[in-house]
Structure formats: structure tokens, C-alpha cells
């Protein structure tokens, strides 16, 4: 059974950084694409990163070009999203999933319970 | 990045079929993903690759895709099928979400 477990959110300064983690387990995690994607409170679905099976490559919303950036350790079986100049607007529940791919094309098909981030003074 | 665009709302009584649109430019010559997300969960997958079932979705969820217009159909609409629901493609480099419909079931 495919489980992924976000952990890291929490309250920052405008400004501030902050390191979400994803563990996986379940699956052979280098094989597949993982991804974060985002939900502001009360509002629908933002995709953020991605960043294909084994080393990459990466994807980025244009949203947080240059100020996120994700990563992976295929020993640990954890993604990351290093969050840097962080804004209020950043603000929302962060879950990460695990890619699949047909084609050339990215979906998500299993999801973890998200962790909240919260962008304020 | 291109848009998806979902209604917002849509409403059925019980047993009715549901049909929740996603349109975007020429959608018919991408893939189109479907999620659920009820209330305080997480989303999951019901429709991958514009019409196919992950194992464990009902066979009541049906998808199609054509022109620039994506439709997911549930036919028999259960109380417990209420949810909001995504559809999702991928442009290029970047995967993009429409804005989401909440099915309510009356």
C-alpha cells in the first residue's frame, strides 16, 4: 500500500523559509515522478513542483519560480520542498503525491493527508 | 500555462446522472485526470488518461474527452458521491488544475 506522509509546515514571517518533507513507502519511490501541490484555505487545487523519477528533471509553477525548490534522497524515500521568501499568498495546506506518467504526460495517483503552512506575521 | 475550466456547482437528486465539464483550448488532444476531494480529505484519483478507472473507483465513474471539452459522467449519483471535483492536465511543463465543481447530491 502505497503511504505518503508530509511533515515540516507551520507558521513563518513573511520572508522566512521553511522545508517540507514527504516519506514514502510502498512503492520503489526512485521509479516514480513525486509532486507538491497546494490548497489554499477554501479554495481548489494549485500544482507546484515535480520532479521526475530517479534525479529528475523539475518543474515548477510559475507561481514560486525561484524562490521553491524540490528535491529527493531515492535512499531515504523522501521529496522535498525547500520554500524560501515566503509570502502570505504561500499560504495553504501542502500535499505531496506520487506521479504517474503516460506518455509524456504527469498525473498523480495516490496522495498524502497534507500539511499546512501558514504564511504571517 | 493553458486553463481549465470547471462549472462550479452542479446539483442531482439521488440516482440521477452527474456530468461535471472541464474545458480548455484543444483539450481533446491532451490527457485528462479526474480527482475527488471530499470534505477535510485528501484528493483521490477516479479518472486517469481521459476514460480509465483506478481499481477500487466504481464503475459508475466514467470519463470522455473530445474537441475542447472533457466530461466526467457518474451515473447513479450516490449521497455519498458529494464532493468537489478536479480535472487536471499536463501543458508542456507544468500540470494544471481546473477551478473545481462541487457536486452536491439533493
Known amino acids: 500500500e502505497v503511504q505518503l506522509v508530509e511533515s515540516g509546515g507551520g507558521l513563518v514571517q513573511p520572508g522566512g523559509s521553511l522545508r517540507l518533507s514527504c516519506a514514502a513507502s510502498?512503492?520503489?519511490?526512485?521509479?516514480?515522478?513525486m509532486t507538491w501541490v497546494r490548497q489554499a484555505p477554501g479554495k481548489g487545487l494549485e500544482w507546484v513542483s515535480l520532479?521526475?523519477?530517479?534525479?529528475?528533471?523539475?518543474y515548477y509553477a510559475d507561481s514560486v519560480k525561484g524562490r521553491f525548490i524540490v528535491s529527493r534522497d531515492n535512499s531515504r524515500a523522501t521529496f522535498y520542498l525547500q520554500m524560501s521568501s515566503l509570502r502570505p499568498e504561500d499560504t495553504a495546506g501542502y500535499y505531496c503525491?506520487?506521479?504517474?506518467?503516460?506518455?509524456?504526460?504527469?498525473?498523480?495517483?495516490?496522495w498524502g493527508q497534507g500539511t499546512l503552512v501558514t504564511v504571517s506575521s | 500555462s493553458s486553463e481549465l475550466t470547471q462549472p462550479p456547482s452542479v446539483s442531482v437528486s439521488p440516482g440521477q446522472t452527474s456530468t461535471i465539464t472541464c474545458s480548455g483550448h484543444k483539450l481533446g488532444n491532451k490527457y485528462v485526470f479526474w480527482y475527488q476531494q471530499k470534505p477535510g480529505q485528501s484528493p483521490v484519483l477516479v479518472i486517469y488518461q481521459d476514460n480509465k478507472r483506478p481499481s477500487g473507483i466504481p464503475e459508475r465513474f466514467s470519463g470522455s474527452n473530445s474537441g475542447n471539452t472533457a466530461t466526467l459522467t457518474i451515473s447513479g449519483t450516490q449521497p455519498f458521491d458529494e464532493a468537489d471535483y478536479y480535472c487536471?492536465?499536463?501543458?508542456?511543463?507544468?500540470?494544471?488544475f481546473g477551478g473545481g465543481t462541487k457536486l452536491t447530491v439533493l
Open positions: 503525491a506520487k506521479g504517474g506518467l503516460v506518455g509524456s504526460t504527469y498525473y498523480f495517483d495516490s
Open positions: 520532479i521526475g523519477g530517479s534525479s529528475g528533471p523539475t
Open positions: 487536471q492536465a499536463w501543458d508542456i511543463s507544468a500540470a494544471v
Open positions: 510502498g512503492f520503489t519511490f526512485s521509479s516514480y515522478a
